[in-house]
């Protein structure tokens, strides 16, 4: 007989019974652990190894595991909780299979219930991961160029504005310290939030005005505008006024595989 979930769910609760090291972490010490093993498994779907991604899952899967099960001794929910979450989830996707439904975008149901586009979306998500996500929750909702010459561009467009930018002014000084002024900040804000830190209080106000703008354009057919190459209409001085320094960086765990 093969090894279940069932079988899974009672070894991680005798960890956490048995072992000091699994009995001693919380939700928050474990966040490292599960950021890392899901780049793990896309390392192995990257690099097509069958072998490691089923070895990734399984670590990952522990992740899961572990967190269900501390959940658990909270009374807070449990594992058949989250199964039972996903399984509704799943129905509620599929309305033309699990209901009288009609088939439909997922990302066009989810943006019926967003305040904005950016409800849902890890705080902690790369700067690129996010502008992809952002962008593609607009064009779930029609919001997207047809072709790629659009795109291009606004590219295009983008590039003579630093340039316009870099001609104003005295020189940048390449080998200088920076000098982290005004006229930084403007440049920094024609080449983009990667290229500089960001609050996420600046990006969540970004993104509720992207909102706003996709909401407002997709119903008059107009394409995509200037800011941020989805439609969003951010005063330049604003977005100046609000932005501020990150925190500093974390500092992680001893991995959870050097454990005892």
């Known amino acids: 007989m093969k090894p279940s979930l069932e079988d899974a769910l009672e070894l991680m609760r005798d960890l956490r019974a048995r072992c000091e090291w699994d009995a001693a972490q919380t939700h928050e010490s474990l966040r490292p ?3 890392e093993e899901a780049y793990e498994v896309e390392d192995a779907i990257r690099g097509g190894d069958d072998a490691r991604l089923r070895e990734e899952l399984g670590d990952l899967l522990l ?3 572990f967190h ?3 959940a658990e001794e909270r009374q807070a929910f449990t ?3 989250v199964v039972g979450g996903f399984i509704a989830k799943m129905k509620v996707r599929h309305p033309h299979l699990y209901g009288d439904g009609a088939r439909q975008s997922w990302e066009h149901m989810k ?3 967003r305040a904005s586009i950016v409800d849902g979306l890890p705080a902690d998500l790369p ?3 996010r502008a992809f996500r952002l962008q593609d929750r607009a064009a779930g909702v029609g919001f997207d160029w047809p072709d790629v010459e659009g795109p291009i561009q606004k590219v295009e467009e983008e590039l003579l504005e630093v340039r316009d930018e870099l001609a104003h002014g005295p020189a940048f000084d390449a080998h200088g310290v ?3 002024d005004e006229r930084h900040e403007q440049l920094e804000d024609e080449l983009g939030p990667g290229a500089g830190a960001r609050s996420s209080k600046r990006e969540v106000r970004h993104a509720i005005r992207c909102r706003r ?3 407002h354009s997709a119903r008059a057919h107009r394409g995509p505008g200037r800011a941020g190459g989805i439609g969003c209409a951010v005063g330049r001085s604003e977005a100046r006024r609000e932005g501020v320094s990150q925190g500093p960086p974390r500092t992680l765990a001893p991995s959870p595989r050097t454990a005892p």
């Open 213 to 215: 703008t996709v909401g």
């Open 178 to 180: 920076p000098q982290y």
């Open 33 to 35: 652990y599960l950021i």
């Open 111 to 113: 943006a019926k219930r």
């Open 127 to 129: 700067t690129l991961h």
């Open 63 to 65: 992740q899961i595991l």
């Open 68 to 70: 269900s099960v501390i």
């Open 79 to 81: 594992l058949h909780d």
